[in-house]
C-alpha cells in the first residue's frame, strides 16, 4: 500500500524549517527520501533502516519510528534550492526489493 | 560513473504502435528497476532486475508491457499495443543489492533521467 505523506504542500521563506511525515500501514524495513525538481529525475536525499541506520546527506536529517511505522524529514534553515516535491519511499512485508511511494509533498521556498 | 541514462528522452507514437526504451544504469549495480510517473503521482513501480533476473512485476502492469535485462547490464522495456492512457514518465533506476535475491531495499536508487512517453 502506498505511504502518506502529510503535509501536501508547504510554503517557507528562506532561513524557516519544515518538517515532512511519511507513513505507512504496513511493517517497515527501510524508508528512502528522493527530491524531484521540476521536469527533472528524483534525487537521493537519505535512507533509513530498521534497526536506526542511517545514510544520506550531511545537512539532510531524518527519523524512523520503527514502532509506528512513520518517518519524518526534518529541512532545517532552508535555502531556494531546497524546492520541489518531495517523496518518501518505503519497502518492506513480502516484497523485498521495491519502494513504493507515497504522492509527494510539494516544497516551496520564497526570498 | 557518468549516472543512468535512458533514451529517447521523449517518444511521441500513436495508439496501437510498439515503443521501446532502453536504460544504461550505472555500471557496477546489480539492481535495476523500472517506475512509471503522471503529473502530480510519486514514481509507481513496474518492474525490476537483479543482474539478469526478473524477480518482480506489478500486478498493475498489463501482459502488453514486457522489460528485459538479458546480460545484466542495459535494460529494455517495450509497450506493445499502446494507449493513451500508458502517456506518462518511464523512469529507470539502478543501485547495489548486498545479499542474495531475498534482500531489502537497503541502497539509494540513483534515477536516470526519464522517457517521456505521449500516445495520440
Known amino acids: 500500500q502506498q505511504p502518506v505523506q502529510s503535509p501536501q504542500a508547504v510554503i517557507l521563506r528562506e532561513g524557516e524549517d519544515a518538517v515532512i511525515n511519511c507513513s505507512s500501514s504496513?511493517?517497515?524495513?527501510?524508508v528512502h527520501w528522493y527530491r524531484q525538481k521540476h521536469g527533472e529525475a528524483p534525487v537521493f536525499l537519505m535512507i533509513l533502516l530498521k534497526g536506526g541506520e542511517q545514510k544520506g546527506h550531511e545537512k539532510i536529517s531524518a527519523s524512523f519510528n520503527e514502532k509506528k511505522q512513520q518517518s519524518s524529514l526534518y529541512l532545517t534553515a532552508s535555502q531556494l534550492s531546497y524546492s520541489g516535491t518531495y517523496f518518501c519511499g518505503t519497502a518492506g512485508g513480502t516484497s523485498y526489493g521495491k519502494l513504493t511511494f507515497g504522492q509527494g509533498t510539494i516544497l516551496t521556498v520564497h526570498p | 560513473d557518468t549516472g543512468v541514462s535512458q533514451d529517447p528522452r521523449h517518444k511521441i507514437t500513436k495508439r496501437g504502435q510498439n515503443v521501446t526504451f532502453r536504460c544504461d544504469p550505472i555500471?557496477?549495480?546489480?539492481?535495476l528497476y523500472w517506475y512509471r510517473q503522471t503529473l502530480g503521482q510519486g514514481p509507481e513501480f513496474l518492474t525490476y532486475f537483479q543482474n539478469e533476473a526478473q524477480l518482480e512485476k506489478s500486478r498493475l502492469l498489463s501482459d502488453r508491457f514486457s522489460a528485459e535485462r538479458p546480460k545484466g547490464s542495459f535494460s529494455t522495456l517495450e509497450i506493445q499495443r499502446t494507449e493513451q492512457g500508458d502517456s506518462a514518465m518511464y523512469l529507470c533506476?539502478?543501485?547495489?543489492?548486498?545479499?542474495?535475491?531475498?534482500?531489502?531495499?537497503?541502497?539509494?536508487?540513483?534515477f536516470g533521467p526519464g522517457t517521456r512517453l505521449t500516445v495520440t
Open positions: 504496513k511493517a517497515l524495513y527501510s
Open positions: 533506476a539502478s543501485s547495489l543489492a548486498s545479499g542474495g535475491l531475498a534482500d531489502f531495499v537497503s541502497y539509494e536508487q540513483y
Open positions: 555500471s557496477e549495480h546489480n539492481r
